[in-house]
């Protein structure tokens, strides 16, 4: 359960964070100050010697994080963020897609409904006759092909 | 994470350090990165930010505590405690050390063979 209570706490541990490591860079420029430093350059004298802020906080924070699924939500957020940038892409996938799942779909739909236009008890046919009853789908597919006027070379 | 410790000596050996200084007495992050400078004759060029994500790594695997309170400067600070984790932790990794060194004083030796 470790991970879970990592998980809530986690807002408050980087808050803990940023607030310990200003306290250090006050507590450092108090420190320059009172050696007859200015304000001014002893906050910077700090900085420089503290290194990077933000690297800092952000490689103490990667270590409460949860690497795998993490990456794959930023991953997942790269790919939308892309997708947003190139409009023109994204239409053209999201059509390819629409359509081939369109196309399908009614396709599927149509050999199934007629395949059943037909529907025999198949299960109490003897397998001669379930050669019988593939013919007759074929003819019944001709026919309503026939029916809707539509020319194929079966 | 993994160039923050590549900085350091070794892996490892930033929290080791921190460890040893912990086990002498608590203290917050920056009386740490003093103790530890001035501890090492100013020879360890730490820099004073690699010494948080460290204490974070021990944070999460227990080896330390951490705990708000005010200090004698009336000062709102964060102490690090080493934990009894934390003490075995250390004691085992000073002892792995002390053989890596050992090995290696040995092969740098002059007259080794």
Same mark, same amino acid.
């Given at each position: 359960?470790?991970?879970?209570?990592?998980?809530?706490?986690?807002?408050?541990?980087?808050?803990?964070?940023?607030?310990?490591?200003?306290?250090?860079?006050?507590?450092? +420029?108090?420190? #320059?100050?009172?050696?007859?430093?200015?304000?001014?350059?002893?906050?910077?004298?700090?900085?420089?010697?503290?290194?990077?802020?933000?690297?800092?906080?952000?490689?103490?924070?990667?270590?409460?994080?949860?690497?795998? +699924?993490?990456?794959?939500?930023?991953?997942?957020?790269?790919?939308?963020?892309? #997708?947003?940038?190139?409009?023109?892409?994204?239409?053209?996938?999201?059509?390819? #897609?629409? #359509?081939?799942?369109?196309?399908?779909?009614?396709?599927?739909?149509?050999?199934?409904?007629?395949?059943?236009?037909?529907?025999?008890?198949?299960?109490?046919?003897?397998?001669?006759?379930?050669?019988?009853?593939?013919?007759?789908?074929?003819?019944?597919?001709?026919?309503?092909?026939?029916?809707?006027? +539509?020319?194929?070379? +079966? | 994470?993994?160039?923050?410790?590549?900085?350091?000596?070794?892996?490892?050996?930033?929290?080791?350090?921190?460890?040893?200084?912990? %086990?002498?007495?608590?203290?917050?992050? *920056?009386?740490?990165?003093?103790?530890?400078?001035?501890?090492?004759?100013?020879?360890?060029?730490?820099?004073?930010?690699?010494? *948080?994500?460290?204490?974070?790594?021990?944070?999460?695997?227990?080896?330390?505590?951490?705990?708000?309170?005010?200090?004698?400067?009336?000062?709102?600070?964060?102490? *690090?405690?080493?934990?009894? %984790?934390?003490? %075995?932790?250390?004691?085992?990794?000073?002892?792995?050390?002390?053989?890596?060194?050992?090995?290696?004083?040995?092969?740098?030796?002059?007259?080794?063979?």
């Amino acid at each position: 359960m470790m991970w879970l209570k990592q998980l809530f706490s986690r807002r408050r541990l980087y808050n803990d964070l940023s607030e310990e490591i200003n306290e250090h860079l006050e507590e450092k +420029i108090e420190e #320059l100050v009172a050696t007859g430093m200015s304000r001014k350059e002893a906050a910077a004298a700090a900085r420089r010697e503290f290194g990077n802020v933000t690297l800092t906080e952000e490689d103490s924070r990667t270590v409460w994080r949860w690497p795998s +699924i993490e990456n794959f939500l930023m991953d997942l957020r790269y790919g939308l963020r892309m #997708l947003r940038k190139n409009p023109g892409f994204t239409a053209v996938a999201v059509l390819t #897609l629409a #359509l081939g799942i369109a196309v399908n779909a009614t396709m599927f739909s149509l050999v199934s409904s007629l395949l059943r236009e037909g529907s025999y008890p198949t299960r109490t046919l003897s397998p001669r006759q379930i050669t019988s009853l593939g013919a007759m789908q074929t003819m019944y597919l001709r026919m309503w092909l026939l029916r809707m006027n +539509i020319a194929l070379p +079966i | 994470m993994k160039k923050a410790e590549q900085r350091d000596l070794f892996p490892g050996a930033l929290e080791m350090m921190i460890l040893q200084t912990l %086990k002498r007495q608590p203290l917050h992050g *920056y009386a740490l990165v003093q103790r530890i400078k001035r501890t090492s004759n100013d020879l360890l060029q730490i820099e004073e930010g690699s010494l *948080y994500p460290a204490l974070q790594r021990l944070l999460k695997e227990e080896l330390v505590k951490a705990e708000w309170s005010i200090s004698s400067t009336n000062r709102r600070v964060r102490t *690090y405690k080493l934990t009894a %984790k934390g003490a %075995k932790h250390l004691e085992h990794e000073v002892s792995r050390f002390e053989k890596m060194l050992e090995g290696i004083t040995r092969v740098l030796a002059p007259g080794a063979s």
